[in-house]
């Protein structure tokens, strides 16, 4: 990883769409500012842009959600993967990402006939990370990409104060703060709101079922429900109450990112203690450790 | 307030810029089921509708984001502000709807002419709430709608997983629970990643100012950046290190909503204790004072 300062978010002048004979050219402009890495990370700060080439074989390209494989593990003969992924070096970077809400620049390599070129498809954000046994059997590390909007040049280079869009989205103000104009998309913290995650929150009184907290505001009291097994493409768990914890903001994000996970018995891994569960609450067993296979890092 | 349960979201077959001739129309058709307030709530499950007809003077419709005046304080016969709100009654749901993320249908009444009618606009989020000074002088409830993008009728009867939009919305399943179809829009908790969020978090490293949890992930460590005074419209707080502080997720919702505040002495008020502030972190007392006064509500 190179150690100059990341820059993040869209490159003066190049739109999604541009096309780029080579990888030197689209290095030059500073799109991906690596000559061969696909991953263009600078350590400690986040990943600031990736190219897909069709190298990795659980790669998918859904246009705008891309679900990306880390990196490492591969054979350099045969390309195939040939031991486990980690969750370091630009892989972490990837999921530094996804903590700090910053928006990652995207090229896809283009095969038409002879003739192979890169186009820019434009800013991503990384919304969510986790491990799982790849095509080879290998553990590898996947990323969710999903294609922010465009904004426009003119309320890129905007006023002072941010100008939230319609989509909610927001377009801080270019700070001095190293050596280049850096742009970051927000963090959006999806809290689904169902009738399953209300019932949950009702159960418990909106007490959170690793540390009892319960916050109270003058509109009322509260608390978060998390997906186990997150709703949606591409985890599809389903909205049913065994697949929903109540819990305080704080140990969502701490569940959602990975800091801890429940072992079948209830008991917590990667915290001390036990998850309170209320005798009406049947907790699926089988959402559990797809949260612990997917999502659970132990830390060292 | 009615005793029904509450139906969110969209009423089927009625698409934004259907027109209705009346209030009992409207009515009828389930979109409003108030025939006279402009606020349809329940008690303790949140707002379902509203109906702008102009009355407050301190309302601002901008199309897609609305700034709502509550309800309450006004003199019968002139429609003047004559007293407070408090957040109570209707103005409580409308908070309601903050936190739980519930959507709210918005009708619009149409004067042409001599001619009236009302137009249903679509579905809104209430994105946030807080307490000012109106036109009167009197204290008026505020809440800021933002247009929610319109869900196509297939997806709205989809299947029974939800569906991420590109907008990062949820169309939630329409699950068993209560008399009618209830779909529900998502809670997101918009936290904002520019320069300046980055720089208090390792100002504090990721410490929380008020409690000094420092939450661990296998991506790196997790703080919020809160902006005092928020930014954008309609409150355009400054990005600048001194209107952000450094909290842990529970601590920045509870601040968001109007739980505690800080003195400018550093005491917080709703909460025990002082916050933790850095040397380097010169708090501007104009941006605590916003907060204060608009935000913070002391509990009973």
Redesign the interface.
Known sequence: MAKSTAMFGPVPGIRPGHEFASRLELWGAGVHRQTQAGISARQ?EGAESIVLSGGYEDDEDLG?TILYTGRGGRSAESQQQIADQT?TGAN?EL??N?????PVRVTRKVTEGSRSFYRYAGLY?I?R?WAESGRSGHRVWRFQL??L?ELAESSAAGP?????T???L?Q??A????PAP?R?????????????T??VKTLYDYHCQVCQ?R??????P?A?AAHVQP???PH????VLANVLCL???H???FD???FAVADSGELLGLPGRLLVAPRHPIGPEFLAYHRTRFY?P?L
């Open positions: 400690g705008d969750l972490a999921a530094r996804v903590l700090l809400g910053l954000r919304v990370y999903e294609a909007p002072a104060t941010s100008q939230p319609p989509l909610g927001v801080a103000p700070a001095g703060y190293g850096r970051a998309a927000s963090v959006l913290r999806l809290v689904r709101d169902t009738a399953v209300r019932q907290t916050l109270s505001s003058p509109a009322g509260y978060e709703l949606g493409a599809h768990g389903p909205d305080c903001p704080n969502h994000v701490l990112y990975g800091s890092e830390q």
